[in-house]
């Protein structure tokens, strides 16, 4: 008999749930929080929500009424792939990606949703302002002042690689049931991730199937898993997903939605830190081992460390980008970089 596939949800730690009265409530428990958390029916009143309880077509019939005339970006990909978009064998990408109608990808779902082998039609992070008239004002959480972008997904059974982001994330499940499987920041190196440059959608992500993992190959996966935590989520419920978290997700049902809100607590004059990550990687990374322990040092001095002695000894005026990243300095950072780098 063929030995059962491992399945790593079994008896995994689950995420933790809170009870949010209102919008202050909820603000509340974001501004304190540094770990994950969901809040069950936190968007259950939502029109988006409630036309998805009917059926999948109603869902996209309500959507389809507040879409704005315009082509939206779509992944394709076979059905032998079983929803998951990741790497070919060349790492290439096991989808194909072109844009299109609403009515046109919605016709294709219409087609596969009764399918036991659905193909993969998937929408990522569209802009629901942008794409859509009135989709955001009816479905929306209160997240007080915070800048958020607020997003849609969309599309059949999905699997995404375990990748992370740089903004807080509040992902609130619209339509069909959700999985997140969850890792703390320090987890990167046991998830094994494959390149910082070629990935399926700007972050790197774990080269592990969650559904068959190879232990073999990546034995560290084990070390993952025991820090890891599931939310099984069902339609309008909310997990919240802090700042640089791993979460792998997994849209469940013939058709799903999902509807998330990114904010940053630090100024967007700050920048990405990837792209700091990815240009010590061209400048310093293949030193020489004494030069880069140097540029480790400076490192420590200037960024990590940081302390009063940096630039004590510099007249304050004189201070320049040592003195506090306003956007003016983080300003002049940018332009002396843009200067240098194409040179």
Same mark, same amino acid.
């Given at each position: ?42 968007? %259950? ?33 076979? %059905? ?19 844009? &299109? ?79 997140? &499987? ?128 940096? %630039? ?5 005026? %004189? ?25």
């Amino acid at each position: 008999m063929a030995e059962a596939p491992f399945d790593i949800f079994a008896g995994m730690s689950k995420v933790p749930e809170l009870a949010v009265a209102n919008a202050r409530a909820l603000d509340s428990e974001l501004r304190v929080a540094t770990r994950p958390f969901i809040v069950r029916g936190l968007v %259950a009143d939502w029109p988006l929500v409630k036309a998805g309880k009917v059926s999948g077509r109603a869902a996209r019939e309500y959507l389809l009424s507040l879409r704005e005339d315009r082509p939206f970006v779509v992944s394709i990909g076979p %059905a032998d792939e079983e929803g998951r978009l990741f790497y070919k064998d060349d790492m290439s990408m096991n989808v194909r990606t072109g844009s &299109t109608g609403l009515p046109d990808i919605f016709r294709q779902i219409d087609a596969a949703e009764n399918r036991d082998a659905q193909p993969i039609i998937y929408l990522a992070s569209i802009d629901m302002k942008t794409f859509f008239s009135g989709l955001h004002e009816a479905n929306y959480v209160d997240l007080g002042e915070r800048q958020a972008l607020a997003s849609i997904w969309m599309g059949t059974r999905s699997r995404i690689a375990a990748h992370n982001d740089f903004p807080d994330n509040l992902a609130c499940v619209a339509v069909g049931r959700r999985r997140f &499987t969850l890792f703390p920041p320090e987890q990167f190196r046991n998830l094994y991730l494959g390149p910082i440059d070629n990935t399926p959608a700007g972050r790197a992500v774990s080269m592990v199937d969650f559904h068959a993992p190879d232990f073999e190959r990546y034995p560290r996966f084990r070390e993952a898993l025991d820090a890891a935590q599931v939310a099984e989520l069902e339609p309008g419920d909310a997990v919240f997903i802090p700042s640089m978290w791993w979460h792998h997700v997994e849209g469940r049902d013939p058709f799903n939605v999902l509807v998330n809100y990114w904010w940053r607590d630090t100024p967007r004059h700050l920048g990405q830190p990837q792209e700091a990550l990815n240009h010590a990687i061209m400048a310093i990374r293949d030193l020489p081992p004494a030069q880069k322990q140097h540029w480790r040092a400076l490192f420590e001095h200037y960024v990590f460390e940081n302390g009063d002695d940096v %630039a004590a000894h510099i007249p304050e005026e %004189a201070r320049s980008v040592l003195g506090p990243m306003t956007p003016q300095n983080a300003g002049k950072i940018r332009s002396f970089l843009l200067r240098a780098l194409s040179q």
